[in-house]
Structure formats: C-alpha cells, structure tokens
C-alpha cells in the first residue's frame, strides 16, 4: 500500500513559479512510477509529467514543468514556472507499480487527495 501526500499548491499571477510536492509512503516508492495529472472544473483528469525509467510530459507543459523525485526521502517534486492562467486546476501525484513511464490514469494504482493551483491573469 503506497499513501501520497500533496503540497505547494496556491494562488499565484501568470508568470509566477511554484513548487508541488508529493510524499510517499511505502517500500516500493523506489520501483514505482511517479506521476502528477490534473484536474480542471468540468474537464478530465489529465497527465502533466512522470518519472520512472525516463520522464515524459504533456505537450503542454514541456520546457516549463520539470519532475523530479528523491527516493531516500520518499519525496517527487513538480518544479513549475512561466504559469499560465490555463494552468488551474487541481494537482494530483499517483503512483505507478512499475518504473515504466505511461501516461494513462487507468494505470496508476494510488493517488493523492489533490492540491490547488490557481494563476491569474
């Protein structure tokens, strides 16, 4: 059983940077796939990034999100700059029993309650 922890989230200005942080608990942190997706009102959860044997992201983000993990500390980040108002949405971490990196979220077995990203314009 993996349990994930979301935090960073807040209110920031088209431009601005934010940090989203994810904690994990569980052995298998290490062997696990790490994603982030989000959730705008009234649209489907979408993929953002992951990190396993390699890291992918969503067109959308690419150049400006970065993922990264810290598997002595249980820890995956979502380093996010230049924000756009298009941007806001809620942030989930989910994790994946399996270092190879997919970006459907059929696939991740755990995930995190979520944390709010807002950008104004």
């Known amino acids: 059983q993996v349990q994930l922890v979301e935090s960073g989230g807040g209110l920031v200005q088209a431009g601005d940077s934010l940090r989203l942080s994810c904690a994990a608990s569980?052995?298998?942190?290490?062997?696990?796939?790490m994603g982030w997706f989000r959730q705008a009102p009234g649209k489907d959860r979408e993929f953002v990034a992951a990190?396993?044997?390699?890291?992918k992201y969503a067109e959308s983000v690419k150049g400006r999100f970065t993922v990264s993990r810290d598997n002595a500390k249980n820890m995956v980040y979502l380093q996010m700059n230049s924000l756009k108002p298009e941007d806001t949405a809620v942030y989930f971490c989910?994790?994946?029993?399996?270092?190879?990196?997919?970006?459907?979220?059929?696939?991740?077995?755990?995930w995190g309650q979520g944390t709010q990203v807002t950008v104004s314009s």
């Open positions: 569980g052995r298998t942190f290490s062997t696990s796939t």
């Open positions: 990190i396993g044997w390699s890291t």
């Open positions: 989910a994790a994946r029993n399996s270092k190879v990196v997919v970006v459907s979220t059929g696939d991740y077995n755990y």
